[in-house]
């Protein structure tokens, strides 16, 4: 199965435990950047 990037970020955040803030303070990006990655919003 071929996995988008938005479904891996996804995967790779519940499976630390982490959530989307903690995640966004790790990489030094806000929770929208986080969201938006998430949902395949974004495309930067």
């Given at each position: 199965m071929?996995?988008?990037?938005a479904?891996?970020?996804r995967a790779?955040?519940?499976e630390k435990g982490m959530t989307q803030e903690?995640?966004?303070e790790a990489v030094g990006v806000?929770?929208?950047a986080v969201s938006k990655w998430e949902s395949g919003v974004s495309h930067s």
């Amino acid at each position: 199965m071929e996995w988008k990037l938005a479904e891996q970020i996804r995967a790779y955040r519940q499976e630390k435990g982490m959530t989307q803030e903690r995640l966004a303070e790790a990489v030094g990006v806000t929770v929208g950047a986080v969201s938006k990655w998430e949902s395949g919003v974004s495309h930067s």
